[in-house]
């Protein structure tokens, strides 16, 4: 089945650094998104993507739909203590498709 | 803000027992799904619902598992012969469009522990 790769697994920062995640896959998604799950809760939608090559901004947060559709990034700046959890990158394949498929998730956390 | 809700939040139940999870979605929302996460792994389609029927299902969501929309406002997923392998946090999302925008609003889950 379609497997979406997320690196770093974890990340230690501190506050007021900028963080980069990447999100790749070995197959094609006509849709990318990011979603943060804070613990005991759902997932919520940060940044939806829907053109390769396309960039979004959310506030502090960028993200890129990689033009062969097989990756994207996330980028927050300055980061801030309730940036911390886990976060997700989600692709759909094709059009119609409702199945999101979610990555393997990256930890963040903040070291006071 | 308008958000799922989702009852109970947490269910400890014993192999081979049936176990039905509700979900109370978004008012104005059409299109239903669940979704699981065993604990420290990665979310996991299992069903999406629109008009009443189910519109697509992962190869998780065998015999055992069915959805139900009994009335106006709820949305439920019944697991009929628990199995230890189904303990997982259960997702329900909601969509006000189709879900091939992969926009979703999720509650905050059933925790499910088969002993």
Not at chain 1, 14 to 21: A, I, K, Y
């Amino acid at each position: 089945g379609q497997q979406l790769n997320q690196s770093p697994q974890s990340m230690f920062i501190q506050e007021g650094e900028d963080v980069s995640m990447n999100c790749t896959s070995s197959s094609i998604f006509n849709t990318w998104l990011w979603y943060k799950q804070d613990p005991g809760e759902g997932p919520v939608l940060l940044i939806a993507l829907y053109k390769a090559g396309e960039l979004t901004s959310n506030g502090r947060l960028t993200a890129q739909f990689g033009i062969t559709r097989k990756d994207s990034f996330l980028n927050i700046s300055a980061s801030i203590p309730s940036d911390v959890g886990i976060y997700f990158c989600a692709g759909l394949g094709n059009f119609g498709n409702e199945k999101l498929t979610f990555g393997t998730g990256t930890r963040l956390t903040i070291i006071p | 803000e308008p958000e799922v809700t989702q009852t109970p939040s947490h269910q400890v139940t014993q192999m081979g027992q049936e176990v039905i999870l509700r979900c109370v979605p978004i008012s104005n929302h059409l299109y239903f799904y669940w979704y699981r996460q065993i604990l420290g792994q990665k979310v996991e389609f299992l069903v999406s619902f629109y008009n009443n029927e189910i519109s697509e299902k992962s190869e998780i969501f065998d015999d055992q598992f069915s959805v139900e929309r009994p009335d106006g406002s709820n949305f439920t997923l019944k697991i009929r012969s628990t199995k230890l392998e189904d303990s997982a946090m259960y997702f329900c999302a909601s969509s006000s469009t189709s879900g091939a925008t992969g926009e979703l609003f999720f509650g905050e889950g059933s925790r499910l522990t088969v002993l």
